[in-house]
């Protein structure tokens, strides 16, 4: 199978496929390959954080032009996937020399094979679902390389099921997830979001803290449709997860000086029966100092430039400055998409790392705040 994700969360999902108990565990750009049966494919949709979607390849075939595509999609035995009456959809995503077409036109071109293989073998044809198809079906043509897959999870696994209300731009909750992750967050430290926004990083951190599997509120999974679908493993597999949640042994809380967004995440804690875990409060981060005692981490999305209506300079002045003065013996990490803001922080950085939010090139860099001075620190571990 294939999980994709977003780019330099690469290792991050591969880690998670290894915990979970992937085999043969191989990383990709913005994918990792690996190895289960289907009661693994359950798992992984329900699990997995850092994936968007988890493909199960049926048929690989060498492609130079839209006649082998179309020849190569009417030699598989659709019927084991799908029937005259069942609705399907197709997504493509093209990157070969041999094909100026778009990804548009091929998903279309896939389309009609496939509707063409049923018309000829049993004079009636799946009618195409774009929104919720029986069958989801993905076409992935690299160089000469076509690879047919279906999609088990349906709906991208952002959609968690718990996010009912937004502010602008609210990011996305894979990336939300990968952050934590990347962070180094397993719940044995404080944890701080100081500009929470509507709560997506607080409650994916939360439920990496508690260990609840990142899709047990979803709705469905597209695997549910599919002809060898088994309800009963399904659930035995959920359960399994269920029994390994624990309770979190130190606080976790956010911050927002706007009383909307107070709000919003206080909306979507709720909806992902996490209000007795999170504390939201409104504060605003440039007023306030670390109030809790012990290690922290802390973790934020400040607004980007191009969401700002306030200088930036100043305003990553005030970050830094808050750090400084504010939250001693805390690791604090954070976005940003403005690479120029990021040198009037102040503070030397002790890790980048490069991310992408959506089409911006982005940098997730972390600050270790020490009690007293750097140079105090320092002595105090020489001696």
């Known amino acids: 199978m294939v999980a994709t994700t977003m780019f330099g ?11 979970l108990g992937g085999q043969d565990v191989k990383v990709g750009v913005r994918n990792v390959s690996f190895f289960g049966d289907i009661g693994f494919m359950y798992k992984a949709n329900i699990a997995l954080r850092t994936a968007i979607r988890i493909l199960k390849p049926i048929k690989s075939f060498k492609v130079f032009d839209e006649d082998d595509l179309y020849d190569g999609l009417q030699k598989l035995n659709w019927e084991n996937y799908l029937s005259a009456d069942s609705t399907f ?30 018309r000829h073998k049993y004079h009636k044809r799946p009618n195409v679902d774009i929104k919720h198809p029986d069958v ?31 502010n602008i ?17 397993d719940g044995h430290t404080n944890f701080i979001d100081p500009m929470c926004g509507s709560g997506t990083i607080l409650i994916e951190a939360t439920m990496i803290a508690c260990n609840i599997p990142a899709n047990i509120n979803r709705p ?18 959920q359960d399994s997860l269920i029994k390994k949640i624990v309770n979190p042994q130190f606080k976790i809380m956010g911050f927002d000086k706007a009383p909307s967004a107070i709000r919003k995440a206080n909306e979507n804690i709720e909806s992902a029966n ?7 409060h409104h504060v605003n981060f440039f007023n306030s100092v670390k109030e809790v005692f012990g290690s922290t981490t802390i973790l934020f999305n400040p607004p980007y430039g191009e969401r700002l209506n306030i200088d ?15 939250y001693p013996d805390s690791k604090v990490w954070f976005i940003t998409s403005d690479m120029e803001a990021l040198k009037h922080v102040g503070l030397r950085t002790s890790k980048r790392i490069p991310l992408k939010n959506g089409d911006l090139d982005c940098r997730f860099v972390r600050y270790d705040m020490y009690e007293g001075s750097r140079k105090e620190k320092k002595i105090a571990i020489e001696e």
């Open 136 to 166: 989801k079906i993905h076409v992935h043509i690299q160089k000469e390389q076509c690879t047919v897959s279906l999609d088990s999870s349906g709906d991208s696994l952002h959609k968690r099921g718990y996010r009912t209300s937004t």
């Open 169 to 185: 731009a609210p990011i996305n909750e894979v990336l939300a997830a990968g952050l934590v992750l990347l962070s180094g967050y």
């Open 89 to 118: 959809s197709i997504g493509a995503v093209v990157n070969s020399k041999f094909f100026t077409s778009n990804s548009h036109y091929i998903a279309l071109k896939s389309k009609d094979a496939i509707a063409d293989y049923f």
């Open 220 to 237: 469905e999974f597209a695997f549910e449709k599919w002809n060898d679908y088994s309800e009963d493993l399904y659930f035995t597999i």
């Open 312 to 326: 930036v300079a100043e305003f990553y002045k005030k970050i830094g400055d808050t750090l400084k003065h504010g």
């Open 9 to 19: 969360l690469e290792e991050v999902l591969a880690n998670e496929l290894k915990n």
């Open 274 to 280: 996490l209000s007795e875990f999170i504390g939201v």
